[in-house]
């Protein structure tokens, strides 16, 4: 038990699905927490030399701003993936807010951030089953994703007539 009288989710153990947020961890696919939430944050931006400590007040109005949706998809689990997943990486990005970095860990990225509407990794499972290390925004098939689709060959689409 932490001192706020909730309990941390642990990282070891496998995830059976992610995207339906089932874990054992979270067998009842509850939605993330505020208090997991505020944690997580407060944690990562502790341990941050360059974050702006948060207050209470100002992580409970974050968390207001990120839509249900996201809410209801991350799990506390996959929050505490994406926490583990901050510590580990050799350069998080200095440019992102800190919750948009720690869901870019969870989520799709496009240009670097977390594309909310395309959805959670489709490696998830993969990755939260080795939360030990690092994953790199994008695994390579070596690494376990999923195989990539082979060129088009339509000449169109490939700039010629």
Known sequence: MVGFGY???VLSGTVSDPLSGTSPANPQNSAMQAATFR???KSVAAITPYAKKLTDDEI???FLTIPQAVKD???DQMWAYAC???RLDPSPNKEMPLDQQLLSYVYRTRNGRPALEW??????PHRMSHADRFHAPTLTESQGAAPTLS???????????
């Open 7 to 9: 309990r941390v989710p």
């Open 39 to 41: 944690l997580g944050l």
């Open 60 to 62: 409970g109005f974050l």
């Open 73 to 75: 998809a991350v799990t």
């Open 84 to 86: 583990s997943q901050y």
């Open 119 to 124: 959805g959670v990794k489709e490696d998830l």
């Open 151 to 161: 060129p088009v060959s339509n000449p169109l689409l490939q700039g010629g007539l």
